[in-house]
């Protein structure tokens, strides 16, 4: 085998179709547009548009809203902060919070806050600061000896105090 025998398998590499080059290329005149008026020009089609009856997006009913408000929490299950402990990502004797766990790299990033909930065995016996618990969380925090501090959620800037 010698360098210039190697090539590209057949048919992985495919020129691109050059359109409006005369009759004989198959693909001149209109190329491949159809007819003339709206749709053969660029820039400018009716999308959705289905002849003057009521389009499909019309029909159908508006349903829910987006609220603009909204706070999104990080979550956190008892038993991946468990295997943070274990793996001594976490120090047992300082406060847990969302920066540690960011910093830790338990949680990718904040978000709006931090949220605990209850699922899995959790041995630890940790101080943590959450802006929101479920009500097992707490308690399993609690039977290992640890506490559970709930934060105010963050206010935003320009929102009365």
Known sequence: MKLSDIADNAG?????????????????????????GQTARSGVRI??????QMPLHRRLPKRGFNNIFRVEFAEINLDRLQDAVDAKKIDTGSVVNV???VKAGVLRRAKGGLR?????????????EVHGASKTAIAAVE??????KILAPAKEEGEAA
């Open 143 to 148: 039977k290992a000896g640890g506490s559970v």
């Open 47 to 52: 999308k959705g548009f289905e002849g003057g």
């Open 12 to 36: 992985s590499r495919k020129k691109r179709m050059r359109v409006g080059r005369g009759i004989g290329s198959g693909k001149g005149k209109q190329a491949g547009r159809g007819g003339k």
């Open 99 to 101: 920066e540690t766990l």
């Open 116 to 128: 605990l909930l209850g699922r899995g065995e959790f041995k630890a016996k940790l101080n943590i």
